[in-house]
């Protein structure tokens, strides 16, 4: 059975925010509420759009850099939490954690750092934590989950949302989770090989 969901809240995370703007106007459209943190907040209200920040659902700031924004139960509990399972709704509402139903992560631009000659410690910041958390999560609950794991799915997203409305089949999310776990394979990949020289 193909099972149809609606996305109500996205969290957008983004390193590369050119051509998401035309993503955002049509999930914005669709009723879709944002939630994000720092330079892709300020992107999306630029674009008019109202966007909750994460700090204000953790109650934590971006601390350390930079290094820890994302990675919190409220924001993770809110992509894991299965729908499906009163256990997991339970908890949900007993933790106030609110439902994400789509995930937008574009990764911090590792091989290009690494291309650039830049050094090491500017290649280290390099490795995404948050995003790639993000990815495998959303990824992992695809049954209840959308995840645009890089730039090349904005567009996918977005024929999704412009034939359907802001909704997803089973089938298309599982292929998002599908790219996801591809993306995550070769950033890792790429950090490996770097390590090993």
Known sequence: M?????????????????????????LHNDGVQF??????????ESLGFPCAAVEELTTYPSILGGRVKTLHPKVFGG???????????????KFEIPEIDLVIVDLYPFEATVASGADEPAIIEKIDIGGISLIRAAAKNFNDVVIVPSKAEYKPLLDIVNQ??????????????TQAFGVSSHYDTAIHAYFEK
Request: proline share 0%; glycine share 8%; no cysteine.
């Open 164 to 177: 359907q409305g802001a909704a997803t089949t089973l089938e298309q999310r599982r292929w998002f989770a």
């Open 2 to 26: 193909t099972e149809t969901k609606k996305i109500k809240t996205a969290l957008v995370s983004v390193f590369h925010k050119d051509g998401l703007d035309e993503l955002l106007t049509k």
């Open 35 to 44: 939630l994000s943190t720092g330079g892709t907040r300020a992107f999306i």
């Open 79 to 93: 992509i894991l939490g299965r729908r499906a399972l009163a256990e997991d709704q339970a908890e949900m509402a």
